[in-house]
C-alpha cells in the first residue's frame, strides 16, 4: 500500500509517479547497489519497474514510499515497512537509496518521518531489518539510528563463490498505545 505523503524539513515520503521510473530502473539494475540490499540486479526496464511497484502498492501488509527532496521533488530513493503485523506491533525495514544521495543525512531524515508515522499511524513498538555482516557503513548507520544486533544468520546470503552473514537489528519505536482489537 501507499500511504499518505510524509513531509520533513528536507525530505518527503510519498507515493511514486511515473516520473520516478527512470530513476527506480537504474537503481533496480544497479548490480553493486542491489548487492548491498541483498536483492539480485538484473535489467529492470522501466515496465518491469512499474509491474514492481504496482505489486508492491497491492500488498496490505507493506508500505512503500519514495523519499524525495523537499527542495524539487526529486526522488532520491525509497523506503518500505514490510511484513507490518498490526496486532504483534512490527514489520521489516527496507531502504534504498541512490549512491550520490547516500551521506547527506538524507536516510536519516527519512527514517525519522518513517518511524513516527509507523508509531503513530498503525502502532507498531518495533522495526527489524537484515544487513548484510560485511556492510560496515549501513550496520554503523542503524548504530547510529537506535538499531541493535539481536542475532546473526551464519552464511545466509550468497554472492558469486561465497556465503556471507547477515545481521539481524532492531529498533524499538516510542511507547506505541495498545491498541483494541475488534472482533471478527
Not at 512490527?90 to 531502504?95: S, T, V
Request: net charge positive.
Amino acid at each position: 500500500m501507499i500511504g499518505p505523503a510524509l513531509e520533513g524539513v528536507t525530505v518527503r515520503l510519498r507515493g511514486w509517479r511515473e516520473a520516478d521510473l527512470p530513476v527506480l530502473s537504474i537503481l533496480r539494475s544497479d548490480v553493486d547497489l542491489q548487492a548491498k540490499l541483498m536483492a539480485r540486479a538484473r535489467p529492470n526496464p522501466i515496465e518491469r519497474v512499474r509491474e514492481w511497484l504496482v505489486e508492491r502498492a497491492a500488498q496490505p501488509d507493506l508500505l512503500l514510499y519514495v523519499i524525495a527532496s523537499r527542495a524539487d521533488d526529486s526522488m532520491l530513493g525509497y523506503v518500505q515497512a514490510a511484513a507490518m503485523d498490526v496486532f504483534q506491533g512490527h514489520c521489516e525495514l527496507g531502504i534504498c537509496l541512490s549512491p550520490l544521495a547516500q551521506g547527506h543525512g538524507i536516510a536519516t531524515a527519512a527514517l525519522d518521518l518513517l518511524h513516527t508515522h509507523l508509531g503513530d499511524q498503525y502502532g507498531l513498538r518495533k522495526i527489524g531489518l537484515r544487513v548484510r555482516a560485511d556492510n560496515a557503513r549501513a550496520i554503523a548507520f542503524y548504530r547510529r539510528e537506535g538499531y541493535l544486533e539481536v542475532g546473526r544468520l551464519a552464511g545466509h546470503y550468497r554472492e558469486r563463490d561465497a556465503y556471507i552473514d547477515i545481521i539481524l537489528m532492531e529498533r524499538l519505536l516510542r511507547r506505541a498505545a495498545i491498541r483494541p482489537i475488534s472482533p471478527t
